[in-house]
T-cell receptor
Framework: DAGVIQSPRHEVTEMGQEVTLRCKPI?????LFWYRQTMMRGLELLIY????????DSGMPEDRFSAKMPNASFSTLKIQPSEPRDSAVYFC????????????FGSGTQLSVL | SQQGEEDPQALSIQEGENATMNCSYK?????LQWYRQNSGRGLVHLIL?????REKHSGRLRVTLDTSKKSSSLLITASRAADTASYFC??????????????FGTGTRLKVLA
């Protein structure tokens, strides 16, 4: 299996622009998590899905952030409009489900908002 | 705030020495996991310890869990330069939706000097 695939690997955009991050989880995994990593705040859980359904989005910082999972093999995290403070590394992770399952992480998207 | 707080924040040791890092958490857990992150990469799962376990080994890794103190430690024996990375603990929290979400600690940056 290719693992969790995220795209793009790097994204540089200007303030106010829309940004879409993409994630393809490992086939068969029924949980998908979006995390954001910064030096100041560490790894923050933004939202997670179970069987394509959003379960907990309490970590989404503002209404400017939205996430979808239209099917079991694809998820997007959208920021509209983007702001410089959104600059971070965004990780997607998937798992087989259940509390004792480990998370498999993608390589992340390095987002820079100028 | 983060569920897990780790210390030390940074650790520098000589190759061959042992490295110990600690994680404290706030709420009851089902299990605790440790992950490693190399610079610029996603996190990789190392080991999982369940709440009814006190110690677990995997190769050069030894993990302990003290649920009464809500703390865990990760010991890496005979460290190598390739162990240089950041190490994170993650706790699985049961939610009212009947699912689990994973909250990560602040991480320990380990540097092993050759």
């Amino acid at each position: 299996d290719a693992g969790v695939i995220q795209s793009p690997r790097h994204e540089v955009t200007e303030m106010g622009q829309e940004v879409t991050l993409r994630c393809k989880p490992i086939s068969g995994h029924d949980y998908l998590f979006w995390y954001r990593q910064t030096m100041m705040r560490g790894l923050e859980l933004l939202i997670y899905f179970n069987n394509n359904v959003p379960i907990d989005d309490s970590g989404m910082p503002e209404d400017r952030f939205s996430a979808k999972m239209p099917n079991a093999s694809f998820s997007t995290l959208k920021i509209q409009p983007s702001e410089p403070r959104d600059s971070a590394v965004y990780f997607c992770a998937s798992s087989l489900g259940g509390v004792s399952e480990k998370l498999f992480f993608g390589s992340g998207t390095q987002l820079s908002v100028l | 705030s983060q569920q897990g707080e780790e210390d030390p924040q940074a650790l520098s040791i000589q190759e061959g020495e042992n490295a110990t890092m600690n994680c404290s958490y706030k709420t009851s857990i089902n299990n605790l996991q440790w992950y490693r992150q190399n610079s610029g990469r996603g996190l990789v799962h190392l080991i999982l310890i369940r709440s009814n376990e006190r110690e677990k080994h995997s190769g050069r890794l030894r993990v302990t869990l003290d649920t009464s103190k809500k703390s865990s430690s990760l010991l890496i024996t005979a460290s190598r330069a390739a162990d240089t990375a950041s190490y994170f603990c993650a706790t699985a929290l049961f939610t009212t939706s009947g699912t689990y979400k994973y909250i990560f600690g602040t991480g320990t940056r380990l540097k092993v000097l050759a």
